[in-house]
Every structure is written in structure tokens, then in C-alpha cells.
């Protein structure tokens, strides 16, 4: 059961309580450069993505924001634009006060507003401006930018007892007593609750993990997700994906993003993909019709039934975008492509439409079964694109009328 959190409206996307989690991502183009930004920013929001955030590290950057996002109004992309600010971000939002003024959110990073009174009056100006403006913040604490003051103090507190804790759990302790401290101190300089939002990223999963649920037992915010510095190639999936998973089961969560390290070349839009199919993986959204397929074996020794699920799925998303404005409720679909006779019928059958090609020695023809019914034979060389129309008909009939 997910744990109630206060309600967050970011740019009109509500984040927290009973609402939706929300998909997030961030730009990796310098911010300044408009087009590169917006061209990024269209990539991730025609992905999926529902909030995006930019970087501003300086004035250049703070000077685009009010220029990137009319762009994107023309664009018709109406994505709530967050700004991530390190170091001087108080000093940037006092000199370009428009920056602040159209961004819809701004991430406060505590361990990187300096030290001592300096630390405490830079986050106070940071509040005190999206008081000023009604704007919600994330205090977002990372373990790679920790409070060092913080967690001196811990350790200090650590040495003095009998039986001393793990650095690692030490660290975990200043993690949290940072996101605890802020968020309380933000609320006593006059933020509402219902505008601060409270992440906690570190790169060790079970670390991550433990944190997260602390956080979520002292405080009522809404929580953002990540495991952060996932890495990259299949580790990083996997371990976002687990860490994600864990969480959210728990009821943990209200936004999520998936800090993957892009392969060059590779789209950014990936890091959304992965949160949108860890959701739909665990039954929480649905986003766009799923290929159930079994991995071969020694009774599937052809190929085929791999090269038609493949070409199942391209065509899948290749028309989900059309399918949702034409057929709304499609993104539902469920297609099973299987390589034989001991798990083709049954799961074609569970699916809304699917066929089970002949194995190694079966009889050569493909039974097609919709929605639990078998309702066709397919031979020969067209099973591919019979199977594809047979797909189509059933979006058309089944959502076609609502």
C-alpha cells in the first residue's frame, strides 16, 4: 500500500499522495545552448517524461530558462522544468530573478551551500525565494556531495561508542539527519509543506534502500527516487531496477528517475523508458502494450519465433503513440509470441491475442488464439504479417468505439 505523502503540484503535475508516480529525467546539454536543450527536452517529454531538469550552474544558464521555455510552449510541450543548482544557486536565482520565476521547481543540494552561518543563510535564500513565488524545491541529499560538517559529527559521535558502527553507516545516519534537518528547517523559514520534496541518492543500493525507508518513517514528504551514478550497460539497469522495485512495493515513492550512464551516441530518452517499464513491470502504470515471449530452447531451433516477437514489439511501439490518441485504453494490449507446444497455447491464451509457432519436430502451422479462444490456423511464408493484421483488427474492434 502506497504511504501518504503530502501533495507537491509541480508546474501542474501533482506529485505525492494517491497521485500517479511520476516519471522524471534530466538534460545532460550544457543549458545555455537553447537548441541543444530543447531538442533534448522534446526527446525525454516525447518519451514519456513528465517532469525535466536542466542544469544551471551560471548566469548564461539562468538567462535561457526564460527563453527556452516559451520555445517549448510553441512546441505545444507543456513539461514542468526543474532547475538543479550547486554551490552559488542562491546567488544565480538573486541575479536573474525571471530564471526563478519560471522554473517550476528547484533542487537544493545541502551539502553544497558552503559551511557554517554562510551554509545556513544560502539555504534560507533559497526558500525564502520560492516562498516568495509560491515554488516547490527538492532538498536533494547525495552521498557524493554529503554535508562534511554533518558528518564529522557523526563520526565524532560514532568514535565515543562501545561498539562502533560501519563508516558506511554512519554515512547513511548523515544522509538522513541532512534530508531530516533541511526539510524541518525549510518548513521553520515558512515553506509550506505542501511545496518541499525530499530525495536521498547514493550509488549502493541496499545503502539506498535503507535510507529511503528511514526518511520515509520521520517525514510526510513526497519522496523522489534514485539510485544514483547507476553506471552502465545491464548493471545499471538491474540495479536500478531493483532498487526502484524494492521501494516502491514497500509503498515508498512518488517520483522516479533512473540515473543511467548513456552509451555515446545512445538516446537520453532511455533513463525514462527504464522507469516506465519498472512500472508497468509492477502493475502500477501502463504505458504501452507488452510482447510476451519465452527465451527458446532446444525445442525452438529455428529462429523465426524470436524475428516475429522482435517485429511483434517494433510494430507495437511503433503505433502506440497513434494507437493511444485513436484507440485510448490499447497501451493495455497484451500480445504472447511463443516457440512451441509446452507453454505456447497457455500463454497465448492468457494474452489478448497470441500465436504458438511450430517447435522443432510439431506439426508446421501456428494456432492463433484471442482472448483465450482459438480462432485461426496461419502456414506458410505470410505468418508475420497475417499475425501483424490480425493484431491491428483486434486494436480497431477492441478500443476502436470508446
Known sequence: ?????HVVNVGGVKVGGNN??????????????????????????????EIVRVTVNNVESAKAISK???????????????????????????????CAENLDKYRINPGNLGSGNRKDDNFKTFIDIAKDLD?????????GSLDQELLDLKMEENNKLKIPKSAEEVESDALISSAIISYQKAIDYGLSKNNII?????????????????????????????????????????????????????????????????????????????????????GIRTYKPQVTACPGCGRTTSTYFRELASEIKDHLDLKNKQWK???????????AVMGCVVNGPGESKAANIGVSLPGSGESPVAP???????VKILKGENISNEFIQMVESYVEKKWGNK
Open 198 to 282: 525530499i530525495s536521498c541518492k547514493v550509488s549502493r543500493l541496499n545503502q539506498m534502500v535503507h535510507c529511503y525507508r528511514e526518511i520515509s518513517k520521520q517525514c510526510s514528504a513526497p519522496l523522489h527516487l534514485g539510485l544514483t551514478e547507476a553506471g552502465l550497460g545491464m548493471k545499471s539497469i538491474v540495479a536500478t531496477t531493483a532498487a526502484l522495485s524494492i521501494l516502491i512495493e514497500e509503498g515508498i515513492g512518488d517520483t522516479i528517475r533512473s540515473s543511467l550512464t548513456p552509451e555515446v551516441g545512445a538516446l537520453r530518452s532511455r533513463e525514462v523508458e527504464l522507469c516506465q517499464e519498472i512500472l508497468q513491470s509492477l
Open 68 to 98: 527556452i521555455k516559451p520555445i517549448l510552449s510553441d512546441k505545444g510541450i507543456n513539461v514542468p522544468i526543474i532547475g538543479d543548482f550547486h554551490f552559488i544557486g542562491h546567488k544565480i536565482l538573486r541575479t536573474v530573478p525571471e
Open 135 to 143: 515554488k516547490p524545491v527538492r532538498i536533494g541529499v547525495n552521498a
Open 325 to 335: 490518441k485513436d484507440f485510448p485504453g490499447s497501451e493495455e494490449l497484451k500480445v
Open 1 to 5: 500500500m502506497r504511504k501518504i505523502t
Open 20 to 49: 500517479p508516480i511520476v516519471v522524471q529525467s534530466m538534460t545532460d546539454t550544457d543549458t545555455s545552448d537553447i537548441n541543444k536543450t530543447v531538442n533534448q527536452i522534446e526527446e525525454l517529454y516525447n518519451a514519456g517524461s
Open 368 to 374: 492463433v488464439f484471442v482472448d483465450g479462444e482459438k
